[in-house]
């Protein structure tokens, strides 16, 4: 089994119910870590080592592009880095108190 295979959707404790402002923020915010990772993700791979790059094809250009933003999406969704759950406790401050 390849590393990427392993990557599933996230499973944990069931979440209550949002309200539906809420759930737009969530969205939104890992929306938001999604992007942040994929940039972080191509700044790593513009990097360059001074070396012959062998996997240097525009088809393997293309295919690291998708995993990027695959594992990307996987990160954000889980919010791996804690950047949408920082973004939605900041925001969801604003929300609650215009709800309340």
Same mark, same amino acid.
């Given at each position: ?41 191509? $700044? %790593?791979?513009?990097?360059? /080592? =001074?070396?012959? #790059?062998?996997?240097? +094809? ?16 996987? $990160? %954000?969704?889980?919010?791996? /880095? =804690?950047?949408? #759950?920082?973004?939605? +406790? ?11």
């Amino acid at each position: 089994m390849s590393p990427l295979s392993a990557i599933g959707p996230a499973t944990g404790p069931a979440t209550p119910e949002l309200s539906p402002e809420r759930a737009e923020l969530r969205k939104a915010a890992r929306g938001f870590e999604a992007i942040f990772v994929r940039r972080m993700l191509e $700044a %790593a791979r513009a990097a360059d /080592f =001074g070396g012959d #790059d062998v996997m240097g +094809a525009g088809g393997m250009e293309q295919f690291s592009a998708m995993r990027d933003e695959h594992l990307a999406d996987i $990160a %954000a969704e889980r919010s791996s /880095f =804690g950047i949408a #759950d920082a973004i939605e +406790a900041q925001l969801s401050a604003r929300l609650d108190h215009k709800e309340g």
